[in-house]
């Protein structure tokens, strides 16, 4: 099993950065695939970007492509979500979640594990 704690989130003007971090407690953190997914008002979550196991290869959702990245350092149990060029449409709560399979996975229901969240909220 895995524990996972979000932090990072907060309140930022459009065109801001924020980094996003998971801290995994539990065995093994290197053997689990990792993602971040969002979820905004009257919405339902979706993926943001995902990192397989190794961290030798990463992904994200067209919506992020080329302001979001992810990132694992497994030595420190942590994976993060750089974001930047924030707009006011990434406004959500952000989760981390993790699951033991091998491979990449972009749905809800493939990702064992979820933290408890973590409010982003970008202004116009």
């Known amino acids: 099993q895995v524990q996972l704690v979000e932090s990072g989130g907060g309140l930022v003007h459009a065109g801001g950065s924020l980094r996003l971090s998971c801290a995994a407690s539990g065995r093994s953190f290197s053997m689990y695939a990792m993602a971040w997914f969002r979820q905004a008002p009257g919405r339902e979550r979706e993926f943001v970007a995902g990192i397989i196991r190794g961290g030798s290869s990463s992904y994200v959702a067209d919506s992020v492509k080329g302001r979001f990245t992810i990132s694992r350092d497994n030595a420190k149990n942590t994976v993060y979500l750089q974001m930047n060029s924030l707009k006011p449409e990434d406004t959500a709560i952000y989760y981390c979640?993790?699951?033991?399979?091998?491979?990449?996975?972009?749905?809800?229901?493939?990702?064992?594990?979820w933290g408890q969240g973590t409010q982003v909220t970008v202004s116009s």
């Open positions: 979640a993790a699951t033991p399979r091998v491979g990449s996975y972009y749905s809800n229901g493939e990702y064992s594990y």
